[in-house]
């Protein structure tokens, strides 16, 4: 459950394996056995995940993605992004 | 990289990409088995040489981790024939995407259970007929097919995912849609059609098994996969030429690239040369170099790759740049059925 006051980290056990040569990154989720193929949006909003508040994740990914696709785009793109990866465990609210 | 979920839209590479080190790796733990199948590629018994015992693949499995692999594929043999093969799957403990192929024969349900908590992510099982009798006869093993429709049970009841693999012979393509109707009966969500590898006992039994590239194709277009199963075949236009990103190493610690080329290559042993340093032998990196003399642009288009899959080229033509005679644009005349004298030669 997504909440906008929540802080978010990537999830606990889950291993990623960045291959910045070709701007992509794969997730191991250990505790429901998965391998997932984050583009480079999926990976900029785990990377950005680093315990800070939700509102704050927001906007510095519209600031970085806005600038090249327009800010209402970005901000669409970056919450489809961030549910997904909620949804499969990669990234999770932090106390 | 059927396991892979993309996000987002990323656009599907145009190249090959280069790896500095792969991410996946298939270590073909065992050369035995329980039963004596006519399409055993590994020629179960044949070696001499010993496998690596239960510590040297435990010290290799930190050495993977150490090196960022994310995704091991244990193969045999019959991975389950081993002793301590869940001693070694333990070991991995959560630190590597695990994935197993297996006949499924050895899987009751108190093993399944622990399988799924050792956080095994999925299990390969081969049939090699959908059909009990002609199973039981390809595995030279009465009841065979029953104890793996018993085994897949038993996974689906413990919650582990299940692909159903053929490997398409002239044994199943007549009956090709059972495996479907298989995968729907119990509750699995991928079936895997394979080629034939001219390779150990397959390659001994070939004139048995082999078919035309027409009567492949005509077998697998005449599937219907039903809502909720996913058909993986690599056939055109899906001929992925996959060198790019395999690795394996054999029973013996031979690093091969990949099990269909384990008996044409051997970049180094583990036990002598680091895993990572064989990555940068000059054969593995010829074979990653997309250097083919043909490629196929409808299957480059799906795959992102070129060429075809080198073990099946190497093995009709001899040459490491040779086209992929199982792609239907590429197959140059290549009758499937018949293998090159040499091959014949090197298995007397």
């Known amino acids: ?95 | 990289m059927n396991e892979i979920v993309r996000i987002g839209n990323p656009a599907a590479p145009q190249r090959v990409p280069k790896l500095e080190k792969p991410f996946k790796l298939t270590i073909c733990v065992n050369q035995t088995c329980s039963m004596d199948c006519k399409l055993c590629y590994a020629d179960c018994g044949s070696s001499k040489r010993p496998e690596l015992a239960t510590e040297q693949w435990k010290a290799f499995i930190d050495q993977l981790v150490t090196e960022e692999f994310l995704h091991i594929f244990f193969e045999g043999g019959e991975p389950f024939h081993r002793p301590d093969f869940e001693e070694i799957l333990a070991y991995c403990n959560r630190r590597l995407y695990v994935a197993i192929r297996t006949h499924g024969t050895l899987i009751d349900a108190a093993r399944a259970r622990r399988l799924k908590k050792l956080g095994v992510g999925r299990l390969y099982v081969d049939l090699f007929a959908a059909i009990p009798e002609i199973q039981d006869e390809l595995t030279g093993t009465p009841g065979s097919f029953d104890a793996a429709i018993n085994g897949i049970r038993n996974a689906r009841e413990a919650g582990l995912k299940v692909t159903i693999l053929g490997i398409l012979s002239r044994k199943n393509y007549q009956h090709l849609q059972r495996y479907l109707d298989l995968a729907v009966e119990l509750n699995c969500d991928q079936v895997g059609i394979l080629r034939l590898y001219p390779l150990g006992r397959a390659k001994r039994n070939w004139a048995e098994l082999s078919l035309s590239l027409d009567e492949m194709m005509s077998a697998l277009h005449s599937l219907k996969v039903p809502p909720g199963v996913q058909l993986m075949q690599s056939w055109h236009p899906r001929d992925g030429n996959c060198c790019w990103q395999n690795a394996a190493v054999s029973p013996q610690g031979d690093s091969i690239g990949c099990p269909y080329l384990r008996e044409y290559v051997n970049y180094g042993n583990i036990l002598e040369t680091p895993f990572v340093e064989t990555w940068s032998h000059p054969l593995y990196r010829e074979l990653r170099s997309n250097a083919v003399e043909q490629t196929c642009p409808e299957c480059s288009a799906t795959q992102g790759t070129f060429g075809g899959c080198r073990a099946t080229a190497f093995a009709f033509h001899g040459r490491w740049t040779a086209p992929d005679p199982y792609c239907v644009h590429n197959n140059q005349g290549v009758d499937l059925r018949a293998l090159p004298e040499r091959l014949l030669r090197e298995s007397e």
């Open chain 1, 1 to 95: 459950m997504l909440s906008r006051n929540g802080c978010y980290a990537k999830a606990n056990n889950v291993v990623l394996r960045r291959f910045e040569e070709w701007g992509r990154c794969y997730a191991f989720t250990p505790d429901d056995p998965e391998i997932y193929d984050l583009n480079a949006n999926a990976w900029f909003i785990v990377e950005l995940c680093d315990g800070r508040p939700f509102q704050q994740i927001e906007a510095d990914y519209v600031a970085t993605v806005g600038s090249k696709i327009g800010r209402e785009k970005a901000k669409a793109q970056f919450h489809t992004g961030f549910a997904e990866l909620l949804n499969r465990n990669i990234i999770s609210a932090i106390e």
